[in-house]
């Protein structure tokens, strides 16, 4: 913005939609198409309310994203943008991009206040073999429960004798993270940890 003799010059090129926004919010409806494959299965394998609850996810996952709400100012010829539809389903590609950014406003404060006072920060992954579709939420639920014990021991409120594990956790945040490839499953945990002090040399 810039001012000359009282007119005021607006730079509109920062506030316009760029092209690739929309290329991905339209490939991410593309992605749900497959999704909605696998709804129409489980809801014609499914009985009772829980189809009626399935089928009504089906029908918010095909609107997602579909409706964009614009003021529209003619002689400007300006659409600005209000908001859109979302439906809020937890394997929708639209919003989980939108979960993912409320994520990095809701933690990226408290984490940034952690770093301040200990400013070592590692980050940690932590994998399994890719299982098919119908062991994935066994295989998440061992995987949970085998980071929690872990966690235990990185806490110092279980040990393992002769294995010290005591690298000054102060605090960690895990993300699950599940890509895959036809009926392949890859989970695994992505890991931020805040140490009070250096890991120092590897040790195997």
Avoid at 11 to 29: C, F, G
Avoid at 111 to 124: A, D, F, G, R
């Amino acid at each position: 913005m810039r001012f000359s003799k009282g007119v005021i010059f607006l730079n509109l090129a920062d506030i316009t939609v760029p092209k690739d926004m929309l290329k991905s919010i339209e490939k991410n409806r593309e992605y749900n198409k497959q999704i909605a494959k696998y709804y129409r299965r489980l809801i014609s394998e499914t009985q009772g309310s829980s189809k009626r609850t399935l089928s009504n996810n089906l029908e918010s996952l095909n609107d997602c994203n579909r409706l964009l709400f614009l003021d529209q100012y003619t002689l400007a010829k300006l659409k600005d943008f209000k908001k859109t539809n979302l439906c809020k389903d937890k394997f929708c590609s639209n919003c989980k991009k939108v979960k993912q950014a409320s994520r990095m406003s809701k933690f990226m404060p408290l984490i940034e206040e952690q770093i301040k006072k200990h400013p070592n920060v590692y980050q940690m992954v932590l994998t399994v073999p890719n299982v098919p579709g119908a062991d994935l939420q066994k295989t998440i639920k061992k995987m949970t429960t085998a980071y929690s014990m872990l966690n235990r021991y990185l806490q110092k409120r279980q040990v393992v004798k002769d294995l010290p594990m005591d690298i000054g956790l102060v605090g960690a945040i895990r993300t699950l993270e599940v890509t895959y490839k036809k009926d392949s499953y890859h989970p695994h945990f992505h890991i931020l940890l805040v140490l009070d002090s250096e890991i120092g040399d590897k040790k195997h």
